[in-house]
Nanobody, 116 residues
Framework: VQLQASGGGLAQAGGSLRLSCVASRRTFEFASMAWYRQAPGKERELVASITRGGTTNYADIVKGRFTISRDNAKNTMNLQMNTLKPEDTAVYYC???????????WGHGTLVTVSS
């Protein structure tokens, strides 16, 4: 399985970015998909996840600002990030699981930098 993340870049505080993750196989085959991020000097953390059925889950620090979605017709998962803050600066990774209890497949990260 290959996951290709894109859409990172430089944004100003209060701005928006949209990340996309294209999978090498049909996304509806994944039990869940998720976005993680890792800031310099910090551990990787879960940002948001979405199940095959569309149930979403968000880290408290992004609730109300980020929206995760999946487009099974395009084998794509997206993360709409609004009202960005400097503390959102990190490398963002997409991940997917074939089964809920299984390991993650990981894509290469995309860097998001938010300036104040």
């Amino acid at each position: 399985v290959q996951l290709q993340a894109s859409g990172g870049g430089l944004a100003q505080a209060g701005g928006s970015l949209r990340l996309s993750c294209v999978a090498s196989r049909r996304t509806f085959e994944f039990a869940s998909m998720a976005w993680y991020r890792q800031a310099p000097g910090k551990e990787r953390e879960l940002v948001a996840s979405i199940t095959r059925g569309g149930t979403t889950n968000y880290a408290d620090i992004v609730k109300g600002r980020f929206t995760i979605s999946r487009d099974n017709a395009k084998n794509t998962m997206n993360l709409q990030m609004n009202t960005l803050k400097p503390e959102d600066t990190a490398v963002y990774y997409c991940a997917a699981k074939s089964i809920v209890t299984g390991p993650n497949y990981w894509g290469h990260g995309t860097l998001v930098t938010v300036s104040s």
